[in-house]
């Protein structure tokens, strides 16, 4: 079953923006500390940002000043804004949630994001 499913991603310039969404439900996000990754090929899947119930954010140095990940508990549905983009950006991006400590294991589709130089 498909708990998490991610939109938003495309094709853009460097210096572009794209706002990605991540479509959960109560169970899949709820109350739970949210958080995007990244998977560029031959690369290891990163934590870009991720954020708390409440709000509290993080970001991977990388992307500090750039990205912002937000939420709407009301509608089990997280945001990442993706400004200035770069072509290193590229990548697949996911969303997952922090259950009892551990991101889960079960990844959904992700969204693809290129940046042309």
């Known amino acids: 079953q498909v708990q998490l499913v991610e939109s938003g991603g495309g094709l853009v310039q460097a210096g572009g923006s794209l706002r990605l969404s991540c479509a959960g439900s109560?169970?899949?996000?709820?109350?739970?500390?949210m958080g995007w990754f990244r998977r560029a090929p031959g690369k290891q899947r990163e934590l870009v940002a991720s954020?708390?119930?409440?709000?509290?954010?993080s970001y991977v140095d990388s992307v500090k000043g750039r990205f912002t990940i937000s939420r709407d508990n009301a509608k089990n549905t997280v945001y990442l804004q993706l400004n200035s983009l770069r072509p290193e950006d590229t990548a697949v991006y996911y969303c997952?949630?922090?259950?009892?400590?551990?991101?889960?294991?079960?990844w959904g589709q992700g969204t693809q994001v290129t940046v042309s130089s």
């Open positions: 997952n949630a922090r259950v009892g400590g551990l991101w889960r294991s079960s």
């Open positions: 109560r169970t899949s996000v709820g109350f739970n500390t």
């Open positions: 954020i708390t119930y409440a709000g509290s954010t």
